[in-house]
């Protein structure tokens, strides 16, 4: 079964928090607050900045939705390097690749080693000239 775990920047110094999501409790819709996975505290999040786990480790580390990914695809012939955000469509997490942006499932990219690299939040640089 699959760890469910959110992230998002609290409101109130920027940092990332790491738990449960958890909906609008004040009455405010666009109001998300995050409850610690390390202890009960639970503090509000800039909605934007939300993003899920996607179940999948790099080099121990946990891949989120708004993660920027470098990728190196080794296949016959030749090599692709390029850079993709990690998003959450029709039920599964990918990445738009390519010249037409196809959205390609994390767990598509064979002989590729990938390596997160930041985040659209933090490095919305990265992806500028990107794949």
């Known amino acids: 079964m699959r760890e469910i775990l959110f992230r998002g920047k609290r409101l109130d110094n920027g940092e990332w928090i790491y738990g449960d999501l958890i909906g609008d409790i004040d009455g405010n819709p666009f109001s998300k607050w995050i409850r610690r996975e390390t202890s009960a505290e639970m503090v509000r999040v800039d909605y934007k900045t939300v993003g899920e786990f ?17 990728l190196d695809y080794i296949g016959p012939g030749r090599g692709v390097q390029g850079v993709a955000e990690v998003v959450f469509k029709y039920g599964k997490f990918c990445m738009p690749w390519g010249h037409r942006k196809e959205l390609v499932p994390l767990d598509g990219f064979a002989n590729t080693t990938m390596e997160i690299i930041g ?3 933090d490095n919305p640089e990265l992806l500028e000239g990107g794949e």
Do not use: T
């Open 54 to 70: 996607s179940g999948v480790y790099m080099y121990g580390k946990r891949i989120f939705e708004g993660d920027i990914l470098k």
């Open 119 to 121: 985040n659209i939040h």
